[in-house]
């Protein structure tokens, strides 16, 4: 397993994360610390870091390079942003962060921050064609994204600790500082020609910001416990929620729950660019991921030696991501996913359902990761799998596909599916979506109960008042199907009551 | 890793059990299958297996065996208990088994029960002295333990397939009938002179009945999701289930929550037998486990050698047993518990709590878990351990006390303790000692915050107003404690909650 960190030293934050991965396997975040350091505090127009914020920064570094001393890790990538970007003394700071700590930081060009947030978005959702927009403390960066290459991009000097300070000082916020605000974004995208939603294109939002104004805008809704990732923040979500912020006073505005104590002076104005924004090129809605800045430097390493640097599919890389760090039965899984997705194509050829290659992706991930709960413990490892699946979540699916899946995988054993729990999530026909591929999950499982392949495969006869499933044997002389027949028969009712006749599972000989 | 089998072929249901354990670290169930074959269905007094389910008893185990041979499970106990015991035409039906199957089961005194029921008790719950009690299908077991060993013993034939078939037949259950049960149950157990809880000595239970009529009056209380592993199920609450069983018809009891389906029919009658046997012996409450004769039979394996086969101490090896589960880092937990009672300890000694050897050792086991649900994932590790503990389990624990060690975990970082979630299980003082147990293990947490052991131990400097917490370096050249400074310094405010006073934690030389 390797480790690496990415540093990065922002306007508002300075935050430390490390990565490990096993090559061709898996990856994951494994671990973080983050000050909110606010280095370009009192910058203003003079461009000039103040004695007091490079103080903290330079105790932050101290601190963060302690840590991957102390810890092991060896390779490390610090950067820098906007706010130091910009200062007129960033020398005097880098030198006494080189001389202090060792560390040689990288300031990176606004357009490599819109590269590596570029790599980010295309890297955690299922993205071809759009826009991306990235606020940070300092600067926002503008993308357009197409056939998953990055065609433009622009850093623009509307960072959220920048805007802030400039158009929305004091404890209250009026109607006109806002209103200024806009215009003042306006203004500067004025010249970007390209920031236009053509033909309803997606917008992706990356950073802090955006996280917490999704996270504040679901605690609206009545959601299952899942995080932002893939959430879709409606224009008019997000203007309920500059309104409800606005009405606060700054010191009051933490306790709108999602918004970080160490954020609330400057989430207003982050919020209000990002809605300038979206009215500028006529967005109606925002998608948002959890990946950012460091993971796009991440990912640029992981995939080092492609160019661009790009998971071949953002959804089955996350499913086959996290199969892979809780270990699981890679020949079970799969042939359990085979069986599944047998029966689905037969059933849908039969006329037996109308869902489509949709569903069937979804089926094909909930197979995949239905024995993951196993890590925690045998017993209900059913729902330590939804679980499992709810909390470490899969980048490229949004809330309610994420959930589904989780509940396929809940339902693999045991129990009659129930779609009540996506609550907010819930679509039309999700209920007896939920029901199909549950049921068949449930007999793959027990086609499978032996984890040994003796069922090579299942043959459907569609009859007049019931469906027989048919196990077929791999021809190999020692393959005995009868614990698969079993564990089958008994687990069929699920998927009769899904096409509405009753299914009948025989053996080969039958 | 070893993997091991255990085949249960009982009166109600056989069942097959997978163990896995890597010698010397840790031990989990892998697998589970269970067939309600109800072998004794129809033997009366006769005591001659029918043909049908013999029948069911011989497909069942050609199922089980084609499942070993399928998942390359060699080692297989396979054992009969008292209805096939008992059996006249027993051999019959062990020779088709044998002959199908290869299976060579093993006919299991009611001595040889009661002995794996007594391992299975010793073994999963903290208990030195007292009494136990093992309801099965066919028979019940009746032990004395003293100093963990197994003094008295008794098998008789009061389970709980035999006395429904005897006294409780039919849809409806009348008084009249069940006062004849518990009249039959005073009468055999009327020899045993042991039988008998002098000084109110504990009385453990086993076997599936209780476990069920255990699950059934957690469902009559407001708990946290745990399992019924420790829980204490009171002589009224046991009685109180009784009649609510008796009330309805046979056919109606599955409705009840947490009686099996195919157990319905003769929970009432092991009820009442639980219930007689603890009156008979002056008990008032039965202390529930859920290991049993599968686990016994287990132990007997993994502690070979011992003579008895006991754990030297069920609470720690449980802890390090889940520990090990999920490959904790052991330098880094062992240190943060070595912190954590050298802080607890002190501020004992200092008068700053009145907390003793309970809490101390709740303490350690949740600095030994804190980080377990690193296994999922980074972000919410702290959540994750908390679901972690509770699913897992911890046998030797109570639920109440399970449920505070997972709190702990839980509040290891972020956030403010709150004992409200233990519901029905919260005790006076529960509020005052999570807020400590928190307090310490997240100060201990961020003092170990790199990993390093950089601060080697902790002194306690008591004020007037404010405790200072002086950390102490290991004498280590390259001890470097400005990470475990920087981190504790904003993590000391749970701790000056609980005792009343500021904390401030300051490195060797201020």
């Known amino acids: ?93 880098l030198a006494s962060i080189r001389e202090r700590t060792g560390l040689a930081v990288r300031v990176i060009s606004g357009a490599e921050e819109a590269w590596y947030g570029y790599l980010a978005i295309v890297n955690s959702l299922a993205f071809e064609d759009g826009f991306g ?39 209250e916020t009026s109607g006109k500082q806002l209103k200024a605000l ?57 203007e309920d929620l500059i309104e409800r912020i606005a009405s606060k006073p700054v010191s009051k505005r933490a306790s709108i729950k999602g918004v970080k104590p160490d954020r609330a002076d400057v989430i207003l104005g982050g919020a209000v660019v990002v809605a300038a924004a979206m009215d500028h090129g006529g967005f109606d809605a925002l998608e948002v991921t959890e990946a950012g800045l460091r993971e796009g430097i991440f990912f640029e390493r992981l995939l080092e030696g492609r160019d661009p640097p790009l998971l071949e599919d953002v959804r089955r890389e996350s499913v086959t991501n996290l199969a892979h760090r809780f270990r699981t039965d890679d020949l079970h899984v799969e042939h359990v996913a085979r069986l599944s997705l047998q029966m689905f194509d037969a059933l ?41 699946i709810q909390s470490a979540g899969l980048p490229g699916f949004d809330p309610r596909e994420l959930e589904l899946i989780a509940l396929v995988a809940r339902w693999h054993r045991k129990g009659d599916p129930d779609a009540s729990t996506l609550r907010d999530l819930e679509r039309k026909g999700d209920s007896d979506r939920l029901q199909l591929l549950c049921g068949v999950i449930r007999l793959a499982e027990q086609l499978e109960r032996s984890r040994d392949r003796s069922v090579a495969s299942v043959r459907l006869e569609d009859g007049e008042k019931r469906v027989t499933l048919r196990a077929v044997t791999g021809g190999d002389a020692g393959s005995d199907p009868s614990v698969a027949i079993w564990s089958a028969q008994g687990n069929a009712d699920v998927l009769g009551a899904a096409i509405g006749k009753a299914v009948k599972v025989v053996g080969p000989a039958e």
């Open 182 to 238: 806009r215009k003042h974004v306006s203004r500067t995208l004025a010249e970007l020609k390209w920031w236009e939603a053509a033909d309803g294109r997606r917008l992706a939002g990356i950073g802090g910001t955006i996280r917490n104004l999704a996270t504040a805008a679901q605690k609206t809704l009545d959601l299952p416990d899942v995080d932002v990732q893939g959430f879709l923040l409606e224009r008019d979500l997000l």
């Open 348 to 388: 849908r050829e039969a006329g037996l359902h109308r869902f489509d290659d949709v569903e069937r992706e979804l089926l094909w991930a909930a197979c995949m990761l239905h024995d993951i709960g196993m890590t925690i413990d045998y017993d209900d490892h059913h729902h330590h799998s939804h679980y499992l």
């Open 1 to 93: 397993m390797e480790r690496v960190a990415v540093i990065d030293m922002g306007s508002n934050s300075f935050r430390l994360v490390v990565f490990q991965y096993e090559p061709g396997s898996w990856w994951s975040l494994a671990d973080e610390i983050r000050e909110a350091t606010r280095v370009s505090a009192g910058m203003g127009d003079e461009g000039v870091l103040r004695p007091e914020p490079m103080d903290r920064a330079l105790r932050t570094a101290a601190v963060f390079s302690s840590f991957l001393r102390a810890s092991g890790v060896e390779r490390v990538d610090p950067v820098a942003t906007s706010a130091i970007r910009d200062a007129a003394n960033r020398d005097e700071l």
């Open 133 to 171: 927009i990235d606020v940070g403390g300092g600067s926002v960066q503008l993308m357009r994204i197409a056939g998953r290459r990055l065609e433009d991009a622009e850093s623009v000097r509307l960072g959220s600790v920048r805007v802030s300070e400039a158009f929305l000082p004091g404890e």
